[in-house]
């Protein structure tokens, strides 16, 4: 699949490149996809809640009262959960959300979800830029410049970029990653995929 390469102005630079079909071209597999996902959302997690059961509220020990007689029911401690300030039953707590995934389930998962943009049409390539500065303007009008300022969308870079990282980081819609870093979850959560020229090098070239 060939597509245009685009300058920051939003024009055509007048060449095309070439997506490799080992990247974009698979056959998607959506379980893979699922699995991918739910583990990058499952190591977001903090996993560090804690809910106070019986042994761990403060209360007296004191038997409410007596065991027989009262033609009420059993009454042990204040801090039974069946009573308001008592212990929660089967509280949360802390522990480890995250789980490991083979190697070559997250490279068919990542390889599927480009797939699928490809055939939506939502990957752009623009040539190689660097930012003189790091205003956020300016980064901005290169995103307005193709038409992308309005959608959610993930700039992929061949390497970090300080400028660029900084006049990035206050735009709500755009989210900027290393080739290297490429993940399914952030390929899935934009509408576009802008490459740039080395990225997508770098990408045919693992």
């Known amino acids: 699949m060939k597509v245009d390469v685009l300058k920051t ?4 630079a007048g060449r095309t490149i070439e997506l490799p079909d080992a990247f974009f071209g698979v056959e998607p597999n959506d379980h893979a996809i699922y699995l991918a ?4 959302t499952a190591n977001q997690r903090q996993g560090t809640h804690k809910a106070k ?12 009262h007596r065991q027989k007689g009262t033609g009420g029911s059993r009454k042990g401690s204040i801090k039974n959960p069946l009573y308001p300030g008592g212990g929660r ?34 990957i752009s390539v623009i040539e190689d830029f ?3 500065d790091k205003k956020t ?3 901005y009008q290169i995103l307005k410049n193709l038409g992308v300022d309005a959608v959610k969308s993930l700039m992929v870079v061949s390497e970090a970029d300080n400028n660029l990282k900084l006049a990035s980081r206050n735009i709500p819609n755009n989210r900027i990653t290393r080739v ?3 993940n399914t979850y952030e ?5 576009t995929l802008l490459f740039t020229e080395g990225s997508l090098k770098s990408l045919s070239a693992n």
């Open 180 to 182: 290297s870093d490429l």
């Open 187 to 191: 390929i899935m959560n934009c509408k």
């Open 130 to 132: 660097k930012l003189d």
């Open 9 to 12: 102005d939003g024009s055509k």
């Open 37 to 40: 996902v739910k583990q990058f």
């Open 137 to 139: 303007k300016n980064y």
């Open 89 to 122: 039953i089967f509280g949360p707590r802390p522990r480890d959300y995250s789980f490991k995934l083979n190697k070559k389930v997250k490279d068919l998962a990542k390889k599927s979800a480009l797939t699928y943009k490809a055939k939506d049409n939502a």
């Open 53 to 64: 059961e019986k042994s761990e509220v403060s209360g007296s020990t004191r038997k409410l």
